[in-house]
């Protein structure tokens, strides 16, 4: 990458807080460590839904206390029965708006290119339905079975191709045809829904709490609609299991010409034996890639977050801007894949490369199953000493609202909370192991070349706001010496939202190798792929946690680290407005 190159600049900063302190034993080893696998044992402390018709539960609801003063809730959209999925939570939020709403189709606009600034030349807009109905499980006599993309079989493919080659036949202006299910993320991501009674101002479902319940109902109804169309009930979409070394490449039932899965709008560069890079590096040696991914993982997975919204993203309610800010998936792998996929000798790196001809590629559904199965595993099979509450309760996430046309081409309202559990919707993954969740970096020791760097650094007042065209490093003042609970807060990033964007985040990197993410400086990354806002901007924050971070290094005398800033990306189109260290709000459960 051109970026790894650039001349640096260095430069200081100060906060003050104060924290706690916290440790934990550190070792990792490439693939040594035990395997683990999803499993379909009983889950605990899971999601038990209770609904009630009582006309004091809805009056309950109808009026919420909050500190603006008693809301009425009418206008709400409930999906079946009153606030439905909420029940043996504890209530973390108090709701203070109402939540996004399903859009109004009879308003879809023309969606845009974000690269050109021109209107598409495609309608992106579904057709309209004659009436809506509120989503209710259907029954289902067996469990659905996402299988591994790599690890199919013959009869599957052929079942799986003949489901796409149907969808493409079918009339244009059927809402389940090929095309009307690809502008479904069009319309979503790419400007042609507003937010229904907020004027102009548009909907979005990336960078916020919305983005995995969306996608988990998008390939809901897609692969209802597959199944119908070949007469299997029973059929699940592939997942493309990228964090894995043997699914990190592209599946090879994607990459046959005559499949009707395949897509030629892809990297060429890219198709195997090609490895994943979800680091974005470019580093060209296959075992050092493999490494960085499986760095990235444990670190969007386990290390770095800090509380819910850390992983899910952060609030978006009617009114709300867009873009209030991904979690540590969403920016991270999921957009590392897009990128590496997309071809980028068209226009506007499509297919996968841009959001509003995504869903084109076959291969998009693929790499979602997987980012789905990546919630999933968050939810109920990682470790869960290291937050306080992974779920989030605030009314204005659970009753957020899409419209869906189902295998039947009705259309379909469903909000978040009937999709918080896979498995009461039907389906399940294929058991894989998962060699990323003890991928903790080695602990770091050297510490000479990072204090002759910041011997020399510079004043951050000198710096911020920092527009980030090269790596920049920045001496930041701890809230306390030594080991503590700590979170990095990257505040006011301005982005061009036309643009893929990338930089990743080092803290006392001791080797200045950046091409190199497998160590205990690699902190995390923020990242976006292209999609549309009304002035091609927009400002958002991350935090990533520090605590096992510093258990991994030597920090014992320290009251302030060195913080390196990785561009990714070539060019401008980002400023960073400052950064700081806090005190973690929400410190990890000691039990």
């Known amino acids: 990458m051109a970026s ?22 550190s070792s990792r080893h490439l693939f040594a460590k035990p395997s683990r696998f999803i499993t379909h044992a009983k889950r605990n402390n899971r999601l038990q839904i ?25 206008n709400v959209l409930l999906g079946f029965g009153g606030l439905c999925g909420a029940a043996n939570l504890i209530s973390t939020h108090t709701a203070s708006a109402n939540p996004v709403q399903a859009p109004q189709i009879d308003k879809c606009g ?19 339905g004659k009436n809506i109905i509120d989503f209710k499980p259907p029954p289902f006599v067996q469990m659905r079975t996402r299988p591994s993309a790599h690890r199919v079989s013959a009869e599957y493919m052929f079942k799986y191709n003949t489901a796409i080659d149907r969808m493409k036949r079918l009339p244009k202006d059927d809402p ?3 095309m009307q299910q690809a502008n479904i993320h069009c319309a979503y991501c790419n400007g042609a829904y507003d937010q229904p009674g907020q004027g102009t101002l548009d909907l979005q479902v990336h960078n916020s709490w919305l983005f995995f319940p969306f996608h988990r109902w998008y390939l809901y109804f897609y692969e209802r609609i597959l199944g119908k169309l070949i007469g299997d009930p029973t059929f699940a979409l592939p997942f493309w299991n990228w964090d894995n070394p043997k699914g990190m490449t592209i599946p090879p039932m994607f990459v046959d010409p005559k499949a009707a899965i395949y897509d030629a709008k892809r990297n060429p560069a890219n198709m195997p034996p090609a490895v994943v890079d979800l680091g974005l590096t470019g580093n060209k040696d296959p075992l050092q890639v493999v490494s960085n991914n499986l760095t990235v993982m444990y670190s969007e997975m386990v290390r770095a977050n800090s509380d819910i919204y850390d992983f899910m993203g952060k609030p978006y309610r009617e ?66 000493n290291k937050l306080v509450d992974k779920k989030i309760t605030d009314p204005d996430y659970l009753n957020a609202s899409f419209l869906f046309y189902d295998e039947n081409a009705q259309l379909v309202r469903v909000t978040v909370k009937d999709c918080l559990e896979n498995t009461k919707l039907g389906y399940d993954f294929e058991r894989v192991d998962l060699p990323w969740l003890d991928y903790r970096p080695p602990p770091q020791t050297a510490q000479a070349k990072v204090m002759r760097t ?13 527009k980030l065209e090269g790596i920049a490093r920045v001496l930041i003042q701890k809230t306390k010496k030594g080991k503590a609970d700590e979170l990095l807060v990257i505040e006011d990033i301005t982005v061009d939202t036309s643009k893929f964007l990338k930089f990743d985040v080092f803290v006392n990197d001791e080797d200045d190798n950046v091409g190199e993410l497998d160590k205990a400086a690699y902190a995390g990354t923020y990242a976006q792929v292209p999609h549309k806002t009304n002035d091609k901007t927009a400002t958002t924050s991350i935090r990533l946690k520090l605590t096992d971070l510093y258990d991994d290094m030597d920090v014992t005398e320290d009251d302030t680290v060195l913080v390196t800033l990785v561009p990714r990306h070539e060019g401008e189109g980002v400023t960073i407005g400052g950064i700081k260290i806090i005190q973690n709000p929400t410190p990890a459960k000691t039990s």
């Open 4 to 25: 790894l190159h650039i001349p640096c600049t260095t430069a200081t900063a100060t906060t003050t807080t104060t924290t706690a302190t916290a440790t934990r034993p």
């Open 454 to 466: 910041v011997s020399t650094a510079q004043k951050a007042d000198a710096v911020f706001p920092l």
């Open 110 to 128: 023309v969606a845009t290119n974000l690269n050109t600034g021109k209107q598409l030349d495609i309608n992106c807009c579904p057709p309209m």
């Open 50 to 74: 209770s609904c009630s018709d009582s006309q004091k539960e809805k009056d309950s609801f109808r009026h919420a206390d909050t500190p603006q003063g008693n809301v009425d809730r009418r």
């Open 319 to 384: 009114g709300t801007l867009v873009n209030p800010g991904p979690g540590a998936s969403e920016r991270g792998s999921h957009v590392a894949i897009h990128v590496f996929v997309g071809d980028p000798r068209e226009p506007s790196g499509e297919d996968l490369g841009n959001f509003y001809s995504a869903g084109r590629d076959p291969l998009f559904y693929c790499h979602h199953a997987n980012v789905d199965r990546m919630w999933t595993l968050w939810q109920y099979f990682l470790p869960n």
């Open 176 to 178: 389940r045809s090929f």
